[in-house]
């Protein structure tokens, strides 16, 4: 599967379900999602929460909340970032709005 049709991997125990623009739009695969990210590019992945990997171009939107960042995907799916992976996510999504704009 090309990697820019991506949106976001989720959890499931130890499978991974791929929400993607592609034809079917949702797969799943017998792997965890820690095996699965690791395959992606570093750079255009990033892990919000225990089960979630996104796809920094495809969010549309987020916001800082209390605790957490709380993003918006293309696709509509709202998800919420982790405590603990509040300030790391922060810094990817600064970092890659700064270079989707230069």
Known sequence: MDCRRII???????YTT???TAKPPLVTVAR???HV???LD???FLRVNRSTVVNVSKIRSFRLSQLHV???MT???KI???RRRTATVLKGLKENQTLQST
């Open 32 to 34: 965890s999602l820690c």
């Open 37 to 39: 990210a690791s395959q």
């Open 8 to 14: 976001l991997l989720e959890s499931n125990s130890n």
């Open 80 to 82: 919420k970032s982790s």
């Open 18 to 20: 791929i929400f993607s």
């Open 70 to 72: 709380l993003i918006t």
């Open 75 to 77: 696709s509509g799916h």
């Open 42 to 44: 570093a750079s255009r």
